[in-house]
């Protein structure tokens, strides 16, 4: 157990009473996952048997550690890998089921629905519309995604980042 900052135990504010091992909360957040999975799959269900079949696109904000840099369950803090990849599920018509891992941005989404809507994103929209690549099977083009949380950010190509963080007068700290 550790204190509000989470750094090195679960932080005060997740404890919960009766639970005092990592492993209590990780399987509590496995079940959570798998509650999530049956839901979205009655969902998804659901929408199928309609006659006109909706567009469904799920993802997050942010990941959560599990003790990567000796933070668990905390989010906020940085733009590492474990916080900064979500998933991004998108289930519309014309789309077949796939499973991708080309990096994405959550500025992708409007292009995307537009794309699916059969619209055209504004010219100056900071997005691409994933739908072409999803169809063709195509890999997306290599380019930077950023992500920052107060005085750090990211910039992610591939699977490769560089982490910046800045001091209190605006400096960098340090680089990863």
């Known amino acids: 157990l550790a204190d509000d900052d989470s750094s090195g135990g679960i932080p005060r504010y997740q404890q919960l009473p009766g639970l005092d091992r990592l492993g209590q909360y990780e399987r509590r957040y496995a079940g959570e996952i798998a509650y999530f999975d049956a839901s979205l799959g009655r969902l998804l269900a659901a929408l199928e048997a309609r006659s006109r079949p909706g567009v469904v696109v799920i993802t997050a904000d942010h990941g959560e550690s599990f003790g990567e840099g000796g933070f668990y369950l905390n989010h906020g803090h940085a733009t590492t890998p474990d916080l900064a ?37 504004p010219p100056d929209a900071s997005g691409r519309a994933l ?41 960098p700290t340090g680089y990863q």
């Open 131 to 171: 739908g072409p690549y999803l169809r063709s099977g195509r890999p997306l083009p290599e380019r930077l995604l950023f992500c920052d949380v107060g005085s750090e950010v990211s910039a992610y190509a591939g699977e490769r980042f560089l982490r910046a963080r800045l001091s209190s007068l605006g400096h």
């Open 85 to 121: 990849h979500v998933p991004l599920l998108i289930r519309a018509p014309g789309l077949a089921a796939s499973r991708r891992t080309d990096p994405v941005h959550h500025v992708d989404i409007a292009p995307t629905l537009l794309e699916l809507a059969g619209l055209e994103a």
